[in-house]
């Protein structure tokens, strides 16, 4: 059983640029949700997709939009980037309905400058 | 709103027991869960509680109560790789929903 893994690991953008950051759920999981953590902060829902819509969102403004495809993989992508998008982007996977835990990806470090 | 409180940092000795409060005010509850993270790591899954009354989980305990809008997160036999930080975190309601709202952390430092 393959764990949740995000891409890349590290990325340094320039403000006004667009990200796009990706996620690959653990094996048999349907639905993905996306969060961003600040240094310091506890992370914060951006939102959840499940059969490729979003159900879920979280305050992030219209810039901060997803994508799930077939195979359960999802991308968040960041528009018009702004220095205060540095953060660690996590992504985690559940089961829809079958179990409260989701498992959390190791997470993409964005560094806006 | 939504508002979730834990101590920022706190210090105990290997061996020792410590419990991290947590306490909650959010506008719908489905849940409450502990994660620990290492710094630079991804949060991992401790505990879950929905209804009021103590889990046990090894090392680990975690207590709910819904009344009080109150959980603690109870380390007993403290080792030094349980210096990490401790996040408490409320998930919203809706069948399906995996959204949920962090605390800010709280990071437990073990010394010798």
Not at chain 1, 97 to 103: I, L
Not at chain 2, 43 to 49: A, D, I, K, R, V
């Amino acid at each position: 059983e393959t764990g949740v893994t995000q891409s890349p690991t590290h990325l340094i953008k320039t403000r006004g640029q667009q990200v796009t950051l990706r996620c690959s759920s653990q094996s048999g999981h349907n639905t993905v949700s996306w969060y961003q953590q600040a240094l310091g902060q506890g992370p914060q829902f951006i939102f959840q997709y499940y059969r490729e819509e979003e159900n879920g969102r979280g305050n992030f403004p219209p810039r901060f939009s997803g994508l799930q495809f077939p195979n359960y993989s999802s991308e968040l992508n960041v528009n018009a980037l702004e220095l205060d998008d540095s953060a660690l982007y996590l992504c985690a996977s559940s089961f829809w309905g079958e179990s409260y835990e989701q498992y959390f990806g190791p997470g993409t470090r964005l560094t806006v400058t | 709103g939504q508002n979730i409180d834990q101590p920022t940092e706190m210090t105990a000795t290997e061996g020792a027991i410590v419990q991290i409060n947590c306490t909650y005010q959010t506008s719908g509850f489905n849940g409450l869960f502990w994660y620990q993270q290492h710094a630079g790591e991804a949060p991992t899954f401790l505990s879950y509680n929905v209804l009021d009354g103590l889990e046990e989980k090894g090392r680990f305990s975690s207590f709910l109560s819904r009344s009080k809008g109150y959980s603690y997160l109870l380390l007993k036999e403290l080792q030094m790789k349980d210096s990490a930080s401790y996040l408490c975190a409320v998930r919203a309601p809706g069948a399906g929903s995996y959204q949920l709202t962090f605390g800010k952390g709280t990071k437990l430092s073990v010394i010798p």
